[in-house]
């Protein structure tokens, strides 16, 4: 009886979350007028309709499909709305997206509904034999839209970006609480003991792949700031030359700096001698105290290469290891609940708040944390089954760990173990530094 009443909640809490993903994802879309969202300024920028169809899709072909649950539309526009599944067959190039007419916005929502009433009378109506499978399924299902919810800011922020009317406003931020100016600008090195500790998702909350399995890893003593970088703080970066010193970049950094022409993050621009970013909120003036937000691994890594040449108390100043990071987000950080989430509608980084606590601030929210780390498999990685083998290890090469979610990423979608990868030369993304450092 009691397992029964278990199994039923178990059930309807998975039901509830499914739900909820899906309407946020309908949500976040009702500002954009129907042009909007058809547009591919870049090749690795989506426009809304494939991300609203594509996130579909998911549930069609790896859960309702294979019970001979699917819509006939699914067939129709598989072709497109494949994004990197060799597995299931053919695709268009990801550069194309936004050359399609069809499915139009209106197909898109039908298409939405027909899914969603299918996966929804299966999983009221689902068998114990079949449940176990359904429910692990429409899990990744759910935390894949999650993560196209967090791709769908990033890449809206570039389509009214590349448009001549930036100035358009569709995400109005939430009123950010007064501080005193400048009160979280303070920051410090904390001493963390090393040791061998266990990695991994040890909270033992839902977990991707890639976060399993738990394995022990020796530490160093090391330090953590315990505030993110500031645009003040990158800006004495830049107005020290700090990209055209060539000693203070990796060889593949200063390529891609060369090549594309940076000269500071993305987003940012000086006129009439002022530095200014755009935003979601329109083109403003800089604000000091902000973490830096858009930039490259290269630029965060020679940022702290610059940093470290300045004489202090530190002996050298780096970025952190994924397991530095970890570590100190699971032994010293303020909680998730504190951190800027999507929930929080500021649609953009805010400033750390006063320390008073000795403990990390803005671990968690605000920007990705580009972490020292290559993305690799952890010891007795085991992918995940059929299909969905190509959903990240097929990613384990040539790209680095980011660690602890953005002002982009939805609340329930962290955890101190969640693993995000990038390849380095990612600006697009809301990417950040926090410098760490050996005593
Ligand atoms: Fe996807």
């Known amino acids: 009886m009691q397992d029964q009443q278990n199994k039923e909640e178990i059930r309807n809490t998975l039901i509830d979350k499914y739900k909820a993903v899906r309407k946020a994802s309908v949500e976040m879309c009702r500002p954009l007028s129907g042009p909007e969202y058809r547009l591919q300024p870049v090749e690795e920028v989506s426009p809304p309709w494939w991300n609203l169809a594509h996130t579909t899709w998911f549930y069609a072909i790896n859960i309702l499909r294979p019970l001979g649950l699917d819509v006939p539309f699914t067939g129709k526009y598989e072709y ?35 899914v969603d009433g299918q996966m929804r009378t299966l999983l009221r109506e689902a068998t114990d034999r079949r449940w176990d499978d359904v429910a692990f399924l429409t899990t990744i299902g759910v935390n894949h839209e999650q993560q196209h919810q967090e791709l769908f800011f990033t ?10 009317r930036s100035d358009l406003i569709r995400y109005p931020p939430a009123l950010i609480p007064q501080e005193s100016p400048l009160a979280g600008g303070q920051s410090r090195f904390l001493p963390i003991t090393g040791g061998d500790f266990e990695f991994g998702n040890l909270e033992g909350d839902w ?3 890639n976060e399993y399995g738990l394995h022990r890893q020796h530490l160093e003593d090391f330090l953590m700031m315990d505030r993110l970088v500031t ?15 060539i000693l203070l970049w990796l060889s593949n950094g200063w390529g891609e700096k060369e090549k594309w022409g940076w000269h500071a993050p993305l987003y940012w621009e000086q006129r009439d001698g002022e530095w200014r970013q755009y935003t979601l909120a329109g083109w403003r003036l800089l604000a000091s105290d902000e973490p ?29 290891t994924e397991y530095e990071w970890e570590q100190a987000a699971r032994t010293m950080a303020e909680p998730i609940e504190s ?20 403990r990390i601030r803005q671990i968690f929210g ?3 944390e580009w972490t020292a780390s290559h993305y690799g498999p952890y010891p007795r990685f085991h992918p995940f089954p059929g299909g969905l083998v190509e959903y990240n290890s097929k990613f384990m090469d040539n790209q680095r760990v980011l660690r602890g979610g953005s002002w982009a990423t939805p609340r329930d979608h962290i955890r101190i173990s969640y693993r995000n990868f990038w390849h380095p030369a990612t600006r697009f993304q809301c990417s950040g530094i926090r410098l760490a450092g050996d005593p």
């Open 231 to 245: 645009n003040a703080e990158f800006l004495e970066f830049i107005r020290d030359n700090g990209y055209g010193q």
């Open 292 to 320: 830096v937000c858009h930039v490259s691994y290269y630029e965060a890594d020679a940022f702290a290469r610059w940093k470290s040449q300045i004489p202090g108390q530190v002996s050298r100043i780096r970025l952190a």
């Open 366 to 368: 605000d920007v990705w």
């Open 207 to 209: 977990g991707w792949d």
């Open 80 to 114: 497109k709305l494949n994004s990197y599944y060799h597995f299931q067959g053919p695709m268009l190039e990801r550069g194309r997206r936004g050359l399609q007419s069809r499915p139009d916005n209106e197909e898109v929502y039908d298409y939405r509904n027909q």
């Open 155 to 164: 890449e809206i922020k570039q389509i009214y970006f590349a448009d001549a």
């Open 339 to 358: 951190g800027n989430f999507i929930e929080d509608h500021r649609y953009h980084v805010v400033p750390a708040r006063p320390n008073s606590t000795r």
